[in-house]
């Protein structure tokens, strides 16, 4: 079975600075698909990135970029220059079959 | 293009009672996902559909949920009888197809506050 680990409760950055979000999957399959979303108060999941497991490069989309570690099975989210409005929980989600596996999120706090 | 619609945002019922909601995907989008999120849990799918046929519903507690999406296109999710543990965001998220590459989108969700 596959699973998704997010172990930080919550982080707090500074305006403008990057942070790291940190993602680490269990899976037995040899192709597999990684998203993170993106969850405000709204309640909305908004989908942020996608990584495939043979792709060579790390994703990236705008100031998201996706920190793909193969090997170590990690795939951390960066978010750099960091906006008041990015504070969320972010949720990191790996594809088994149609449907995705969750983890348990992270709390991302954005200060002035 | 218009995204995931559903309706309502919000209910407040008590246990015992009944409700019912809907989803209205994304145009085009063949498949549909029904998931609950427990308060502090990532999302748990409930069932899955390929145009108006179930994929997936393992994780459907089927002696008080159903689902049905009879002309392929918009869905309703039921719950009969409701339960405290009901207590949940239900989201609906749609896909062009169930292929390991595409993206599901999802809806704003109905958040359901069991009494």
């Known amino acids: 079975a596959q699973k998704i680990t997010q172990t930080q409760p919550g982080m707090f950055v500074q305006e403008k600075e990057a942070v790291t979000l940190d993602c680490t999957y269990d899976t037995s399959d040899q192709s597999y698909g990684l998203f993170w979303y993106k969850q405000p108060s709204s309640g909305e999941m908004i989908f942020l990135i996608y990584?495939?497991?043979?792709?060579?490069q790390n994703a990236t989309e705008g100031r998201y970029s996706l920190n793909f570690q193969k090997a170590r099975k990690s795939a951390n989210l960066v978010i750099s220059a960091s906006q008041l409005g990015d504070s969320a929980m972010y949720f990191c989600?790996?594809?088994?079959?149609?449907?995705?596996?969750f983890g348990q999120g992270t709390e991302s706090s954005v200060k002035p | 293009e218009a995204g995931v619609a559903q309706s309502p945002r919000y209910k407040i019922i008590e246990k015992r009672q009944s409700v019912a909601f809907w989803c209205n995907p994304i145009s085009g989008h063949a498949t549909l996902y029904w998931y609950q999120q427990i308060l502090g849990q990532g999302p748990k799918l409930l069932i899955q559909?390929?145009?108006?046929?179930?994929?997936?519903d393992s994780q459907l507690p089927k002696d008080r949920f159903s689902a049905e999406r009879l002309k392929g296109v918009d869905s309703t999710l039921k719950i009969q009888p409701a339960k405290l543990e009901d207590s949940a965001v239900y989201l609906c998220a749609s896909s062009l197809a169930p292929a390991s590459v595409e993206t599901q989108y999802f809806g704003p969700g109905t958040r359901l506050l069991v009494l």
């Open positions: 559909f390929q145009n108006n046929g179930v994929v997936d």
């Open positions: 989600a790996i594809r088994q079959g149609g449907k995705l596996i």
């Open positions: 990584q495939g497991s043979y792709d060579e």
